[in-house]
Nanobody, 127 residues
């Protein structure tokens, strides 16, 4: 299963960027979707996740109030709207899918829980 992430690029501190990630329809509709990031020299970390229906979301403390995850189940796409960017948001951002999810309320924050990964899209924030 291939996830296609896009939307990365160069942003300024205080500015905004939006990431998108498309997945095959059958996988997307049954999956919880998440965003993770990995900065140079650091481990991959959880950013945000959204349940199958979109009713439940969760965020890392470092991005709460600044980032918003959403999904369009008709377009099989998950988004990460990033606002009030900070230089420490600079990282390679990955989208991920946890397939065959039955619950619409539980959110998984561990990378090992996810089954499929996109190739990553680079976000660089200048001060």
């Amino acid at each position: 299963v291939q996830l296609q992430a896009s939307g990365g690029g160069l942003g300024q501190a205080g500015g905004s960027l939006r990431l998108s990630c498309a997945a095959p329809g059958r996988t997307f509709s049954r999956s919880e979707m998440g965003w993770f990031r990995q900065a140079p020299g650091k481990e991959r970390e959880f950013v945000a996740a959204i349940s199958r229906s979109g009713a439940t979301t969760d965020y890392a403390d470092s991005v709460k109030g600044r980032f918003t995850i959403s999904r369009d189940n008709d377009r099989n796409t998950v988004y990460l709207q990033m606002s009030n960017l900070k230089p420490e948001d600079t990282a390679l951002y990955y989208c991920a899918a946890k397939a065959q999810i039955l619950s619409d309320t539980r959110i998984y924050v561990g990378a090992s829980a996810y089954d499929y990964w996109g190739q990553g899209t680079l976000v660089t924030v200048s001060s």
